[in-house]
T-cell receptor, first 115, second 112 residues
Framework: NAGVTQTPKFQVLKTGQSMTLQCAQDMNHNSMYWYRQDPGMGLRLIYYSASEGTTDKGEVPNGYNVSRLNKREFSLRLESAAPSQTSVYFC??????????????FGPGTRLTVL | GENVEQHPSTLSVQEGDSAVIKCTYS??????FPWYKQELGKGPQLIIDIRSNVGEKKDQRIAVTLNKTAKHFSLHITETQPEDSAVYFCAAMKTSYDKVIFGPGTSLSVIP
């Protein structure tokens, strides 16, 4: 199992450009999440998806959109990138049952810089 | 909504000493408290967790304590080793919901 994979690993954008961060998991998990990590602020939830076909806003959704394409994939889109969106983005997934029911499994992250 | 505070933000200890990281939460309905370790360049990984019906849990050199009345929980690492150097996040969650709220993190350095 590859676990949670994210692409790309690094990205540099200019202000106003758009891009989509990709996330996929092969663990048959129901819930998926997007976080951003900034120095001194921990992990802040952007959007999450409790199941295929549903998405909900987290703490900091402004400037982002998401798509839960199927059970495996959950993408994050920046329509018009701003320097304030410079951050490290993590995708995570969580099973609905079993011994790891509450555990979130994280991908390796995407480091995004907006100039 | 839930708010999680974490102290200290940085911590340096000598190899073999103990390290303690403390967290507080605001929502008394939170009932699950995980701790994640993030090594440089990687995503966070769960190292231990505790539920609200338990006061203490131990796994080898790592232990977590929970005081529900005071809304405090702590991570204790004994006999620290250089490979314990990482950023540690505490978090709080209501298991009936799908969101975890993370603390700001503690950067732990273990000096050989």
């Amino acid at each position: 199992n590859a676990g949670v994979t994210q692409t790309p690993k690094f990205q540099v954008l200019k202000t106003g450009q758009s891009m989509t961060l990709q996330c996929a998991q092969d663990m048959n998990h129901n819930s998926m999440y997007w976080y951003r990590q900034d120095p001194g602020m921990g992990l802040r939830l952007i959007y999450y998806s409790a199941s295929e076909g549903t998405t909900d806003k987290g703490e900091v959704p402004n400037g982002y959109n998401v798509s839960r394409l199927n059970k495996r994939e959950f993408s994050l889109r920046l329509e018009s990138a701003a320097p304030s969106q410079t951050s490290v983005y993590f995708c995570a997934s969580r099973p609905l049952q079993g011994p790891s029911y509450n555990e979130q499994f994280f991908g390796p992250g995407t480091r995004l810089t907006v100039l | 909504g839930e708010n999680v505070e974490q102290h200290p933000s940085t911590l340096s200890v000598q190899e073999g000493d103990s390290a303690v990281i403390k967290c507080t939460y605001s929502d008394s309905a939170s009932n699950y408290f995980p701790w994640y370790k993030q090594e440089l360049g990687k995503g966070p990984q769960l190292i231990i967790d505790i539920r609200s019906n338990v006061g203490e849990k131990k796994d080898q050199r790592i232990a977590v304590t929970l005081n529900k009345t005071a809304k405090h929980f702590s991570l204790h690492i004994t006999e620290t080793q250089p490979e314990d150097s990482a950023v540690y996040f505490c978090a709080a969650m209501k298991t009936s919901y799908d969101k975890v709220i993370f603390g700001p993190g503690t950067s732990l350095s273990v000096i050989p």
